[in-house]
């Protein structure tokens, strides 16, 4: 065994470097006829391991984030042919020296609290998603229509940034003819065997995902829609995309989400889409030295999916309540959660702004209030997150069509382009959103429950949330509440301030003091039309 010293690397906690190592032989399938691994071990103890990516010719990477400062010796396990078994060499892992949370706080995971996420070490996450479902080659890098960007794929990333986004929602699109942008020559999809395309990865997927990760948001990343795994060698393939994701990008901040709507709506096909994609789940979990979080977007189905519920790889829940062709209920989310308690639960698909409704009763225009409903009954039913999205993005639309395709119809029947969608107000509330629940403590609060479930109006009684002690108390007052809701168990002749949220604003008034009487407090009405939160907090 070699056990020559081969390169010294410095990073900054939780960024990762990438070391380049060349083989001496070559191979007839440079991805499929060889592995070699990167076993890292820091001075805690802690070990990781990371595959490496052929990156062209003779050439491997192994890409690494440190998760704790000091020296990490590492050693390549590889066959004796390349001459690279038994090298050796160290990162030595130094402070971050930005602001950004992801790398101040960690790679995030599920909290001590299984309802909700945090940082490595500890600090609440909050989910804060916006779909991007074109990410990955039809964004385009240098080009914009938009009046205030240079570049659509930056001014997108940089604009959801500032306004307090934490999540980039994406998928890969390998089906509907891409292969051939991952893959030479289009992969097994085409009958031959899978040799990853690199002049693509290096020439766009590299920047995007690199971009995603220095503005400090994670990419839950998906690999196709559910269809790509059906047909002969399907499996594999995508075995294999997931075997190539996770060494080159699996050391940046990433959820993996398998694909989009991942059982499909066919009867015929659903089992095999099902086991399909759990290959492809378990195949990430044993090659993902960071243990990133994993799920499935799901289908939208009433009652809510949960197939993959019970099964160890899966993370959370990532749902998709629809965009109108089910009616959205609070009860929805609140049976849900009841019956799966144990995962996080995020609404990773509804109600897109702009997107024209798949309602019965006829389509409309989905606006910033319609989806605004959906993301706080989620939050106050015991939701760890939301995921937003806009008409125009997720569909890359440039230009506002004079006839519509039928099938785009369906959804963009309004022609909205992304210029116009990027604005949009529902994605700067969803920022005022976040603030909200970080400032009210998100992560001590639970569901109330009340006693009133008998109530046949009781859906159009606030949706309440509270700590421990009851001494925040949180309440959502939808558009259409016309019910008093009644908080039980605080202590007679307790005093609480309150204040009013607008979420059309982000801004907060005053309201009067509340004084608990035989134990309760009943909550006042909302002080104008629209919905609006309400904070009462016991006073010292």
Same mark, same amino acid.
């Given at each position: 065994?070699?056990?020559?010293?081969?390169?010294?690397?410095?990073?900054?906690?939780?960024?990762?470097?990438?070391?380049?190592?060349?083989?001496?032989?070559?191979?007839?399938? @440079?991805?499929?006829?060889?592995?070699?691994?990167?076993?890292?071990?820091?001075?805690?103890?802690?070990?990781?391991?990371?595959?490496?990516?052929?990156?062209?010719?003779?050439?491997?990477?192994?890409?690494?984030?440190?998760?704790? /400062?000091?020296?990490?010796?590492?050693?390549?396990?590889?066959?004796?042919?390349?001459?690279?078994?038994?090298?050796?060499?160290?990162?030595?892992?130094?402070?971050?020296?930005?602001?950004?949370?992801?790398?101040?706080?960690?790679?995030?995971?599920?909290?001590?609290? @299984?309802?909700?996420?945090?940082?490595?070490?500890?600090?609440?996450?909050?989910?804060?998603?916006?779909?991007?479902?074109?990410?990955?080659?039809?964004?385009?890098?240098? =080009?914009?229509?938009?009046?205030?960007?240079?570049?659509?794929?930056?001014?997108?990333?940089? /604009?959801?940034?500032?306004?307090?986004?934490?999540?980039?929602?994406?998928?890969?699109?390998?089906?509907?003819?891409?292969?051939?942008?991952?893959?030479?020559?289009?992969?097994?999809?085409?009958?031959?065997? %899978?040799?990853?395309?690199?002049?693509?990865?290096?020439?766009?997927?590299? +920047?995007?995902?690199?971009?995603?990760?220095?503005?400090?948001?994670?990419?839950?990343?998906?690999?196709?829609?559910?269809?790509?795994?059906?047909?002969?060698?399907?499996?594999?393939?995508?075995?294999?995309?997931?075997?190539?994701?996770?060494?080159?990008?699996?050391?940046?901040?990433?959820?993996?989400?398998?694909?989009?709507?991942?059982?499909?709506?066919?009867?015929?096909?659903?089992?095999?889409?099902?086991?399909?994609? +759990?290959?492809?789940?378990?195949?990430?979990?044993?090659?993902?030295?960071?243990?990133?979080?994993?799920?499935?977007?799901?289908?939208?189905?009433?009652?809510?999916?949960?197939?993959?519920?019970?099964?160890?790889?899966?993370?959370?829940?990532?749902?998709?309540?629809?965009?109108?062709?089910?009616?959205?209920?609070?009860?929805?989310?609140? %049976?849900?959660?009841?019956?799966? %308690?144990?995962?996080?639960?995020?609404?990773?698909?509804?109600?897109?702004?702009?997107?024209? $409704? /798949?309602?019965?009763?006829?389509?409309?225009?989905?606006?910033?209030?319609?989806?605004?409903?959906?993301?706080?009954?989620?939050?106050?039913?015991?939701?760890?997150?939301?995921?937003?999205?806009?008409?125009?993005?997720?569909?890359?639309?440039?230009?506002?069509?004079?006839?519509?395709?039928?099938?785009?119809?369906?959804?963009?029947?309004?022609?909205? $382009?992304?210029?116009?969608?990027?604005?949009?107000?529902?994605?700067?509330?969803?920022?005022?959103?976040?603030?909200?629940?970080?400032?009210?403590?998100?992560?001590?609060?639970?569901?109330?429950?009340?006693?009133?479930?008998?109530?046949?109006?009781?859906?159009?009684?606030?949706?309440?949330?509270?700590?421990?002690?009851?001494? +925040?108390?949180?309440?959502?007052?939808?558009? $259409?509440?016309?019910?008093?809701? =009644?908080?039980?168990?605080?202590?007679?002749?307790?005093?609480?301030?309150?204040?009013?949220?607008?979420?059309?604003?982000?801004?907060?008034?005053?309201?009067?003091?509340? /004084?608990?009487?035989?134990?309760?407090?009943?909550?006042?009405?909302?002080?104008?039309?629209?919905?609006?939160?309400?904070?009462?907090?016991?006073?010292?």
């Amino acid at each position: 065994m070699d056990m020559t010293l081969n390169q010294d690397a410095v990073a900054e906690i939780w960024r990762p470097v990438v070391l380049t190592f060349e083989s001496a032989c070559s191979f007839d399938n @440079p991805f499929l006829d060889v592995e070699i691994w990167a076993e890292f071990t820091g001075s805690s103890g802690r070990v990781i391991r990371r595959e490496a990516y052929w990156d062209g010719g003779r050439t491997y990477c192994v890409s690494f984030a440190p998760t704790e /400062l000091g020296v990490w010796n590492y050693v390549i396990e590889a066959p004796e042919q390349t001459g690279l078994n038994g090298c050796m060499g160290r990162v030595e892992a130094v402070p971050y020296a930005g602001d950004l949370d992801l790398y101040r706080h960690g790679f995030i995971r599920v909290a001590d609290n @299984p309802h909700l996420f945090a940082y490595s070490d500890g600090t609440p996450f909050f989910w804060l998603g916006d779909t991007h479902w074109e990410f990955a080659y039809r964004e385009s890098w240098d =080009a914009s229509n938009h009046p205030g960007m240079t570049s659509q794929f930056r001014g997108m990333v940089d /604009l959801r940034a500032e306004q307090g986004f934490t999540v980039y929602q994406t998928n890969l699109r390998s089906d509907m003819g891409a292969g051939d942008r991952y893959w030479i020559d289009g992969g097994m999809a085409k009958g031959v065997e %899978d040799v990853p395309n690199v002049a693509f990865y290096q020439r766009e997927l590299d +920047r995007r995902m690199a971009y995603i990760a220095d503005a400090g948001l994670v990419n839950a990343l998906g690999q196709a829609w559910a269809f790509a795994i059906l047909g002969e060698h399907a499996v594999e393939h995508q075995k294999h995309l997931a075997r190539y994701l996770v060494a080159r990008y699996g050391a940046y901040p990433m959820v993996w989400t398998l694909a989009g709507e991942v059982a499909g709506y066919r009867k015929e096909g659903r089992a095999a889409m099902l086991d399909g994609w +759990r290959e492809v789940a378990l195949e990430i979990e044993v090659r993902d030295g960071y243990g990133h979080l994993a799920t499935a977007h799901y289908t939208n189905e009433r009652p809510f999916a949960d197939y993959y519920q019970d099964e160890p790889w899966m993370d959370f829940t990532l749902n998709q309540a629809g965009h109108g062709d089910y009616l959205i209920k609070t009860s929805d989310y609140f %049976d849900y959660l009841a019956a799966h %308690d144990d995962k996080p639960f995020v609404e990773g698909e509804a109600l897109y702004e702009f997107c024209s $409704t /798949l309602e019965e009763m006829g389509t409309r225009l989905c606006t910033a209030d319609m989806l605004r409903r959906v993301a706080y009954i989620c939050m106050q039913a015991g939701g760890a997150g939301y995921t937003y999205g806009a008409q125009g993005i997720w569909d890359n639309v440039w230009e506002s069509p004079e006839e519509l395709d039928p099938f785009m119809a369906i959804f963009n029947r309004f022609g909205i $382009t992304w210029a116009q969608a990027v604005d949009g107000e529902g994605a700067v509330q969803m920022g005022y959103m976040r603030s909200f629940y970080e400032d009210n403590h998100f992560w001590e609060l639970a569901p109330y429950e009340t006693t009133d479930a008998g109530n046949l109006f009781a859906n159009k009684a606030p949706l309440a949330t509270a700590n421990q002690d009851l001494s +925040r108390i949180v309440a959502y007052f939808g558009d $259409t509440v016309r019910q008093k809701l =009644a908080i039980e168990g605080v202590p007679t002749g307790a005093a609480y301030a309150s204040r009013w949220f607008n979420p059309r604003t982000g801004a907060y008034r005053d309201g009067e003091d509340a /004084l608990a009487v035989t134990g309760s407090i009943i909550l006042p009405d909302k002080p104008g039309v629209g919905d609006w939160l309400l904070v009462l907090e016991l006073k010292a």
